[in-house]
């Protein structure tokens, strides 16, 4: 499956960009991901994001298709095509159906971050930037490597990932790397209950401490600087850490704040 989807992403016309279109967008149109815990309001922030500035171009996190994985396509004898949810599958028995999953929404992040860029990018003459809820790095060093250390994906599984994540970030290069990277931080504690206040149904059974565990890991990642990263530019694209204790989605006065902190930081890279 891996392999298959690779080639249909390095062939495919509609996702191919010459090198001289490639360099006449990334002069002027940066790249960058929203990062945080299961949660902490990555969602309610990009949708923010959206609706403070035109030229600012939101690409939502793929979870509908972790949802709804097509099994077989409809025909005439069954018109509804049977679909799995591969999310809840994951979550249910995660040592069956860890590595399936980071592979699949590892693609489904990739395809997100190789979409065509819209018009309204194209024709802006500054300050153009797309922004991704999360990202093929986070899918790689916080929620794989996650899985990796809790057993749920085995080393060889680990080593077979690693190792195609390694190959599609070399050969896509420019098109999936990012000029920064929004941080939101909040505790374990809050993150847990925005989950429950959501209650998204295959998130039922996650508890406090995997919770804890996916904050280590971002924290070694974009704060502490511990992590072991395999991509040199990925080694220095900087951080915006910004502080998601507070809720902001219905106070005016933070919502500012935040959008300040990230028109200063944008204008910096």
Known sequence: MIIKTAKRLLSSSALFCSPRNLMST???IKRVS???NIAVGKSTFARLLQNACPDWDVIAEPVSKWQNVDQTPPTASSPQPCTSNLLEMMYRDPKRWSYTFQSFSCMSRLRT???PLPDTLLRSRGGAVRVYERSVYSD???FALNMFALGCINSTEWAVYQ???S???EQ???RVQLEGIIYLRASPQMCLERLNRRARVEEQEIELDYLEKLHTRHEDWLINKTTTLHFEQLMKVPVLVLDAEVAFEQNPEVQDC?????RDFLSQL
């Open 26 to 28: 990334n002069n002027y």
């Open 34 to 36: 929203i990062e945080g």
């Open 113 to 115: 971050q190789l979409q």
């Open 140 to 142: 790689r060093y916080i």
């Open 163 to 165: 190792d195609w994540h």
């Open 167 to 169: 190959f599609l970030i």
């Open 172 to 174: 896509f290069g420019h």
């Open 258 to 262: 935040l959008l300040s902190k990230v």
